[in-house]
Nanobody
């Protein structure tokens, strides 16, 4: 069993930065890949980034590549998403998820656990 807690969201001006954190409980967290997704009202949950269980592989959606960086510290059971050069189009509720699967990290239905979400608002 894994429980996830998202934090770090807030209001920032365009061009600014935020650092989101996903903190997990449970010793099995280190066996799960973690993904970040975002969702705006009326739209499907959109994949943003993912990192493998041991942190050696990371992937990004084209829309955030070069601006966002995902990292994890398994000793602290945390995964971070550093978001730089934010734009109003990045405004959404951001969720972290954990999946025990080896593929399909961009597919929300394949995730086993979710955080509660954290709101990111970027003003122009």
């Amino acid at each position: 069993q894994v429980q996830l807690a998202d934090s770090g969201g807030g209001l920032v001006q365009a061009g600014g930065s935020l650092r989101l954190s996903c903190t997990a409980s449970g010793p099995s967290f280190i066996y799960y890949a973690v993904g970040w997704f975002r969702q705006v009202p009326g739209k499907e949950r959109e994949w943003v980034s993912a990192i493998s269980a041991n942190g050696d592989l990371s992937f990004y959606a084209d829309s955030v590549k070069g601006r966002f960086t995902i990292s994890r510290d398994n000793a602290k059971n945390t995964v971070a998403l550093q978001m730089n050069n934010l734009t109003p189009e990045d405004t959404a509720v951001y969720y972290c998820g954990a999946t025990g699967g080896g593929t399909g990290w961009g597919i929300p239905a394949l995730y086993d656990y979710w955080g509660q979400g954290t709101q990111v608002t970027v003003s122009s």
